[in-house]
């Protein structure tokens, strides 16, 4: 197990710096994005050291920034984090043992430590990767958001980069393993085809929602 350990580790260390080096830059530019709108910079720091979730937090200042309500801001980032929610139920084993470790542990669960604690099949290693990963994305994002607020607009687009690419890169090939499985793969095509269909016609962030619809046809486990 320690050898296997060793041989993994590498490759989670790896892949958890590149997801932060991207989660850095997005998160600068959320920053940079808030204070060049005319919203106070301490906002966005708050914001990402309270919520912690990077689309439900663009979504929010999108919202602010677009003349809408606080009350909408906060209800457009709920309905994105609603999303988290299946997360919590399969990383439960994950989150620690009393309720400041749980709490603590739901705080960090975003797509990127779940697709990193889901790809591993051991309790223990879930766990430690889990936690390896949330803290190190919650310091990075922070850091991010935080030097993003301070430099206003002189960032630029972390798209120009092409590091908003790593994100959907790196979770595709830690849920590619999962996809052996019939049940998880017939799940996720569904999924994936609803997601596909209802793009056109519903507001970003609903049609990941609607793709948690694909869960019903996995049908039970044998």
Known sequence: MRSLYRTHAPRLLRDVAMVCLADGVIGASFGAITVAGGLPAWLPVVMSLVVFAGAAQFSAVGVLLAGGSPLAAAATGLLLNTRTVPFSLALTDSLGSGRAARMLGAHLITDETAAFALAEDDPARR????????????????????????????????????????YPAVLLALTLPALRDPRTRRAALTGAALALAATPFLPPGLPVLLALAGVLTAGRPS
């Open 127 to 166: 766990r430690a990767t889990f936690r390896l990963s949330g803290l190190t994305l919650f310091i990075t994002w922070n850091l991010g958001v935080l030097a993003g607020s301070l430099v206003g607009t002189a960032l630029g687009d972390p798209g120009a980069l092409g590091l908003d690419a790593a």
